[in-house]
């Protein structure tokens, strides 16, 4: 292993007690069991904090470095974002389905790390991804815990900042990151499925939003309404009937208790860019 990925990995298991204290509140009062942070510098520098470090190591020794990390071109982002995890094991989803292999995620479903989410902010000079993952058996809670929870996961992430700007001033910065060839990020890595329509295939049975559970067809029908499509043009969409699109908006009605589509829209327009 390179003299310079040691060096990183002891100074994450250095501060492994300190940034597990940080994020304490988080793990004790949610299924969220592990939260990693990465800046990628625009000079190829890497940045890769995690609360367990031991994760971090598992895959240094397996070499997924961060060519592989995502399935997308990360300087290619034209805002921030939030994209959920897949749920599947060796190319195939829970629900049966084949989907495009990532080696990072089946080390992480290996390593025992399910559910969960990554958070993206553009910076000036980096790209941050900030991952918030559950334990296998609260695969669904996790993801779930995400989309009702965003106000508060940036609310953390702007207290985090202010550590690691702290951590920034007192330590050697060639502690924190990691440089050269071996680890730059790969601006001509390409998969054959573009990343977005990856996670819109990703299917969950069931999506919790405060506290009214939608079904999958409920919550696509939802994701629609809020970028204001018509019944006919979700129809089309989905390649159902209108009459069907009718039923489904009809049900989302009858759970958030609003009598027109437009009421829906004020109700849940803040997540509009998150889902």
Not at 138 to 160: D, M, V
Not at 171 to 189: H, P, R, T, V
């Amino acid at each position: 292993m390179h003299d310079n990925i040691k060096s990183f990995i002891n100074y994450n298991k250095s501060i492994s007690v300190e940034l597990n204290d940080i994020w304490s509140f988080l793990f004790k009062n949610s299924p969220i069991s592990n939260v990693g942070v990465l800046r990628f510098y625009a000079d190829g520098s890497v940045l890769d904090l995690n609360t367990d470090w031991k994760w971090i190591e598992h895959r240094m020794i397996k070499n997924l470095l961060y060519n592989v990390l995502f399935l997308h071109d990360l300087y290619k982002l034209k805002k921030n974002g939030i994209y959920m995890w897949p749920d599947f094991i060796n190319n195939v989803h829970l629900s049966g389905s084949i989907i495009p292999a990532n080696p990072v995620l089946e080390a992480s479903y290996e390593y025992g790390y399910w559910g969960g989410c990554n958070l993206y902010q553009i910076e000036s000079d980096y790209v941050e991804v900030y991952s918030f993952v559950g334990k296998k058996n609260e695969c669904l809670q996790a993801k779930n815990f995400c989309i009702n929870h965003l106000t508060e996961l940036k609310s953390y992430i702007f207290y985090f900042n202010s550590y690691m700007n702290y951590v920034f001033k007192q330590d050697n910065i060639s502690k924190i990151l990691l440089k050269g060839e071996n680890i730059l990020f790969d601006l001509n890595y390409r998969d054959n499925n573009d990343f977005l329509d990856f996670f819109k295939n990703i299917k969950m049975k069931k999506y919790i939003i405060g506290d009214i559970s939608f079904s999958q067809r409920e919550y696509q029908c939802l994701k629609f309404l809020l970028k204001s499509y018509s019944a006919k043009q979700i129809a089309t969409e989905l390649n159902v009937s209108f009459r069907t699109i009718e039923i489904y908006i009809e049900n989302i009605k009858i759970k958030t208790n609003c009598s027109y589509k437009n009421e829906i829209i004020d109700k849940y327009f803040y997540l509009n860019e998150i889902i």
